[in-house]
């Protein structure tokens, strides 16, 4: 059943198993795992089933210290969450993401790999990323034309969902007579017993000045790193600091992935072979490797991950003379120029610099035929429903360079809080306080002249990389992954959630999101983050069979 929470009328309760916070990857893999599991379950959407302009003004919010991507811009408010904009990377976390590194403060995770890696296999099934398989040579990619080494490793790979829109998938789930779906269901806040400390109500605020009240036995809040951290936060009507909050944790250690490209490179007829662009698996799904330091050269050189890949030359500069990528910078500067939401922010937001404008229309004139073909392999897979091709990635240029996605450090000071601004529904906005560490620039740097002089001694590619200096005071503001904001650890004044991802003092809420990741790793975190949901999911019903249901208020009930 999918209600429009609007046409509730105020001061309703409604009574579930368990209620699901939000239709993001997390929020959809934890209903869909607990509707397996046969619970009565109620799911709140704060969007509609569409990109509403009003909607997404309530994800607006304040930027205070250092530099970060207009909140809005990095996160979606409606059925599906942000798989709306998603690009389909899926890779598991690295068995060192996960352990304590002396060079890197508060790093360490309080599970091992192999708890989280068992619920992998499910994540990709709910991702439709195909087989569990991340290795090249199992995959069906060309054997190495160069032997192995001891400092750079290119066994590793991404895998892309098609990549799959959760929207419709959470709507199709919501056809089961024990799922119920409420559409613009912002939740405020949620209300404890202060006794006990388990919550007892979820408040939705539909429209201003409106409430109704969600009563479940289990909480699963899935809105986002962001959202979920601001939901903590304003639950403090005991005149507290929020729920999980009782030793100022929540909000803290926000970290994200930040990226660059940086360089000139020409491969050889060996880094050719090497097969370095997107590769059709052997299941026949779009994959490509990891250029990344091997786990020793990491320890020697006490670095933060991080991958590479080749990556196209700078479209910006019209002087490459190449219409594909003049046809790139042209579409990506007009979105900027728009602040067409997204495509317009993190790495993204350089295009709007672009400059030349007559002689990118130019390359476009004298490059149709290669334009056009291109544009009709990009349409194709979009009107027929096949697998997408991941990005534009034209390796066939003069050169290219290597693209980073790099871990960042745990900072308690990069932090989010609630701002004294509200928005239309009277709920408070974040104020993000962030930047990138010197250190963590150093890291890249030092990390992408390793990358870059192996595939030079190993003869895969000429690699100039003398501008790769301009990482230490580069912008780094792209906020799409929102990690530690809420963090694992096995003391409430260290984090914000135990090991089963349930709230530090409160028995009967739990967090699947990427904002429990204690560590941020180099890779994206959707399929981490959906495999804890998983796990979440499983813990959190087994939690609602255990307990009563909460006494009624005397209020009315949506059943």
């Known amino acids: 059943m999918i209600i429009d929470a609007r046409t509730v009328e105020p001061g309703t309760a409604v009574d579930a198993e368990v209620c699901v916070i939000g239709t993001g990857p997390a929020g959809a893999a934890a209903a869909a795992e607990l509707a397996s599991l046969g619970a009565d379950v109620v799911v709140l959407e704060g969007g509609g089933r569409g990109d509403e302009r009003e909607a997404l003004d309530t994800y607006r919010g304040v930027i205070g210290s250092g530099a970060h991507d207009a909140l809005e811009a990095v996160r979606q408010k409606r059925l599906g969450g942000s798989s709306a904009t998603w690009g389909g990377r899926c890779a598991p976390l690295d068995d060192s993401d996960l352990d304590v590194r002396d060079w890197i403060p508060d790093s360490g995770w309080p599970i091992r790999h192999d708890e989280l890696s068992r619920y992998y296999p499910r994540a990709q099934r709910h991702l439709e990323a195909g087989a569990y398989e991340y ?33 419709p998938r959470v709507a199709a789930l919501a056809t089961a007579d024990q799922v119920r779906l409420f559409v613009h269901a912002g939740v405020a806040r949620l209300q404890r017993d202060p006794l006990g400390g388990a919550v007892t109500e979820a408040v939705v605020v539909p429209r201003p000045g409106v409430e109704f ?106 002087a490459h003379g190449d219409g594909l990528l003049s046809t790139f910078a042209l579409t990506y500067w007009g979105l900027g120029r728009a602040r067409l939401g997204f495509k317009s922010a993190g790495t993204h937001a350089q295009y709007t610099g672009t400059t030349g404008i007559g002689r990118h229309l130019r390359n476009v004139a004298t490059d149709l035929p290669r334009v056009g073909a291109f544009a009709a392999s990009w349409a194709r897979p979009r009107l027929t429903g096949g697998r997408i091709l991941p990005s534009f990635m034209p390796l066939d240029s003069t050169h290219c360079r290597l693209r980073f996605d790099a871990e960042q450090s745990p900072d308690p000071q990069n932090r989010v809080t609630l701002d004294t601004a509200r928005d239309a529904l009277g709920q408070r906005r ?85 904002a429990v990741f204690p560590t941020a790793g180099a890779v994206g975190p959707t399929l981490a983050l959906v495999a804890l949901a998983c796990r979440t999911a499983e813990t959190a019903f087994a939690t609602s069979r255990s307990r009563s249901v909460q006494a009624g208020t005397g209020a009315s009930t949506v059943s």
């Open 430 to 514: 974040l104020r993000v306080d962030y930047s990138v560490s010197a250190e963590d620039r150093r890291s890249i740097v030092t990390s992408m002249r390793l990358i870059g002089g192996e595939m030079m001694r190993l003869g895969l590619a000429s690699v100039d990389l003398s501008d790769v200096d301009k990482v230490l005071d580069m912008p780094l503001t792209d906020g799409t992954h929102q990690m530690g904001l809420l963090r694992m650890s096995d003391s409430p004044r260290t984090g914000v959630v135990d090991t089963d991802t349930r709230v530090h003092g409160c028995p009967n809420v739990f967090v699947a999101s990427s």
């Open 135 to 167: 290795s090249a040579s199992r995959s069906g990619f060309p054997a190495s034309p160069v032997p192995t080494s001891d400092v750079l490793t290119w066994d590793d790979t991404w895998r892309w969902s098609p990549p799959t829109k959760l929207g």
């Open 213 to 318: 009240t969600v009563r479940a036995r289990s909480y699963v809040l899935a809105a986002g790193g962001l959202e979920s951290t601001r939901i903590l936060l304003a639950s403090d009507s005991g005149g507290g600091a929020g729920i999980g909050n009782e030793h100022d944790q929540v909000g803290r250690h926000y970290m994200t992935h930040p990226v660059g490209e940086v360089g000139r490179l020409v491969p050889t007829a060996a880094g050719r072979a090497l097969a370095l662009g997107y590769v059709s698996s052997a299941d026949g799904v779009y994959a490509r490797r990891m250029l990344a330091l091997s786990r020793a050269t990491q320890e020697q050189h006490r670095l933060r991950n991080l991958k590479a890949a080749l990556w196209f030359a700078d479209p910006k500069d019209p």
